[in-house]
């Protein structure tokens, strides 16, 4: 079946460093790809979306390309601060059946000041 | 704006007990998820319902229950509840379309004594 993988439980950065969370995904057709954060003691809220017409989502300082290709779609920031601290998770939207998301493991990405 | 509200926020529970956990959203969306969360292991789908009176298993239906009572709510049931069981279940609903974004409630906290 479609699934996201996240291979990096955790991230530990100092403030002002670069910021790569890797994420692949395995599907059969061609899905809309999302990033979502969640901050202590709420729930996840969407961070930037891809979809196969764009490839490209940027939102806040982060940015994600959709690689067909390689079946990949890493998160990226150039230059982090301790606000970012959270749990970013890679999701997928599955139109198989009907529309649900599958969401990968997550990584805890904690920046130190 | 739109916003999803769980109910209660914390349930503590005796082992062997049916424990219902409740969800009201007012966007007005089509489809409603319930998801688990436990530490380290992101986010587990155990139900979702695309309409009124549907219901679709997820990955971690057994030991749950659903109803989907009206378009705005959504609840669930732990049939049986397991001793030291603690996790997150977090509610969320989105539209019936493959990009769209898919919004949370803050959780219910499950702590079984």
């Known amino acids: 079946g479609d699934s996201v993988t996240q291979m990096q439980g955790q991230v530990t950065l100092s403030e002002d460093d670069f910021l790569f969370i890797n994420c692949t995904y395995s599907?059969?057709?061609?899905?809309?790809l999302f990033w979502y954060v969640q901050y202590p003691g709420e729930g996840p809220q969407l961070l930037l979306k891809?979809?196969?017409?764009?490839n490209k989502g940027i939102s806040r300082g982060f940015e994600a390309t959709y690689d067909k290709g390689t079946t990949s779609f890493h998160l990226q920031k150039a230059s982090v601060q301790e606000s970012d601290s959270a749990v970013y998770y890679c999701?997928?939207?599955?139109?198989?059946?009907?529309?649900?998301?599958?969401f990968g493991k997550g990584t805890h990405l904690h920046v130190l000041p | 704006g739109g916003i999803i509200t769980q109910t209660p926020k914390f349930l503590i529970g005796q082992e062997g007990q049916k424990l219902t956990l409740k969800c009201q959203q007012n966007f007005n969306h089509d489809t409603m998820y319930w998801y688990r969360q436990d530490s380290g292991k992101g986010l587990r789908l155990i139900y979702y319902?695309?309409?009124?009176?549907?219901?679709q298993k997820g990955d971690l239906s057994e030991g749950y229950d659903a109803s989907r009572e009206k378009k705005s709510s959504f609840s669930l049931t732990v049939t049986s509840a397991q001793k030291n069981e603690m996790a997150v279940f977090l509610c969320?609903?989105?539209?019936?379309?493959?990009?769209?974004?898919?919004?949370f409630g803050k959780g219910t906290r499950l702590t079984v004594v």
């Open positions: 999701v997928l939207g599955d139109w198989t059946n009907a529309y649900k998301v599958i």
């Open positions: 599907t059969t057709w061609y899905p809309t």
């Open positions: 891809v979809t196969t017409a764009n």
């Open positions: 319902s695309i309409t009124e009176n549907d219901l």
């Open positions: 969320a609903s989105s539209l019936r379309d493959r990009n769209t974004e898919v919004f």
